[in-house]
């Protein structure tokens, strides 16, 4: 399977940079979720690890070997990477089993080989039996696996989505995401998917690349990215979470006091912080309501959202500025606008200055 480099990489639209110096190292066998919002340029680097487009500067290699930069450019064709866009590009005039044959026809396989691995190839994206159907008689979600079977014939080293799932509905979208985590298990090719959507960014990918404006924020394991983001746009991007300015003091490496308005807690940091202002990461799931009179944050219930099963309640905390002190926590029962709370603080975050 393919080891994927990506050597600050810049590419240019119209003079206006749509990546910008970008480096990854993508592991052989790796799946690795490109995440960031429209505009970011995602697409744009998967197209130029296909082979689609050509780097302005920068140099991508696989396996050690050039495949694009100042010593020429490799043709997509040649580059083994299988396809997975959302539109799901299949040929309307052949079957499902015609779609998933194509490149071993191409390639001149024999008809007993094509037949076996197009059956196997069926098996994997759980369509065994579909093969006699036509493509127009699939489902969204069952085109997508027909698509990902061609790419599994045709033994691509590296398959890259593009979104694959933006069309479906919820449900399908979760059989989906069941389907691709066990093709990478089963056959353990290198992966790339590009997404706009951080759940299955962290459900699916074993490192995830957070990007913005053509450049990486953090590319971390999902949990990294969730429990230490590198940066506040991080913190603020992925997942649900409140960043409040406080005061940090140094407990030893990795632990830190932290002043919040008037609350007192401990959290993780990385390595020893400086002592003085900071900005500080609380997730809702380690947030809990408590007596006033603990040694919690306090504040005023500001907002309520039904969100089943809890209410999430915003709280505007005592003793910071408003506009960067105002926490989220999950209420077990809706709590009246203007009432005072005290929240007790399991676990917190101190963002990296950057
Ligand atoms: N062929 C092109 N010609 C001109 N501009 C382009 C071209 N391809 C991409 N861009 C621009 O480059 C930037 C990055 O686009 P890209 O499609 O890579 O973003 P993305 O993160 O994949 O977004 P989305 O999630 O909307 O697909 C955008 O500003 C886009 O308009």
Redesign the pocket.
């Known amino acids: 399977m393919t080891h994927i480099q990506i050597d600050t990489v810049t590419?240019a639209?119209?003079g206006?940079?749509?990546?910008d110096a970008v480096s990854l190292d993508f592991a052989s066998g790796s799946f690795t979720a490109?995440l960031?919002?429209?505009?970011?340029?995602?697409?744009?680097?998967?197209?130029l690890v296909a082979g689609f487009?050509r780097p302005d500067a920068g140099e991508i290699r696989f396996d050690g070997r050039a495949m694009s930069g100042a010593g020429g450019m490799v043709p997509p064709e040649e580059r083994n990477v299988g396809v997975v866009f959302q539109s799901y590009a299949l040929w309307p005039h052949l079957s499902v089993a015609g779609n998933i044959a194509y490149p071993l026809k191409m390639r001149g396989v024999s008809s007993g080989e094509i037949d076996r691995r197009v059956a196997e190839a069926l098996g994997i994206v759980e369509l065994g039996g579909f093969g006699a159907r036509d493509t127009s008689e699939l489902s969204g979600g069952q085109r997508q696996r027909v698509a990902l079977a061609r790419c599994l014939v045709a033994d691509a080293d590296l398959i890259v989505f593009?979104?694959p799932l933006a069309n479906l509905d919820v449900h399908l979208r979760a059989a989906m995401l069941e389907t691709f985590r066990q093709v990478h298990r089963t056959t353990g090719r290198t992966i790339i998917y590009?997404?706009?959507d951080q759940a299955e960014a962290l459900a699916l990918a074993d490192r995830v690349a957070v990007?913005e404006k053509?450049r990486v924020l953090q590319f971390s394991p999902p949990e990294a990215l969730y429990r230490a983001p590198a940066t506040q746009k991080v913190a603020r991007f992925i997942g649900r979470g409140s960043l409040l300015a406080a005061f940090v003091s140094p407990l030893g490496p990795g632990s830190a006091g932290v002043r919040c308005g008037e609350g007192e807690f401990s959290a993780r940091c990385e390595g020893t912080v400086a002592e003085g202002p900071a900005h500080v990461l609380l997730r809702p799931e380690n947030l809990r309501l408590v007596e006033a009179g603990s040694h919690g944050i306090t504040g005023t219930v500001r907002r309520v959202t039904y969100h089943g099963p809890a209410y999430e309640t915003e709280v505007e905390v005592s003793g910071v500025e408003a506009s960067r002190g105002r926490l989220i926590v999950d209420a077990p029962q809706a709590l009246v606008i203007g009432a005072p709370v005290a929240i007790a603080v399991s676990d917190a975050w101190v963002v990296p200055s950057a």
């Open positions: 590419k639209f119209d206006a940079k749509a990546l490109l960031g919002p429209s505009g970011c340029g995602k697409t744009t680097l998967l197209r487009e593009d979104e590009v997404t706009h990007m053509g």
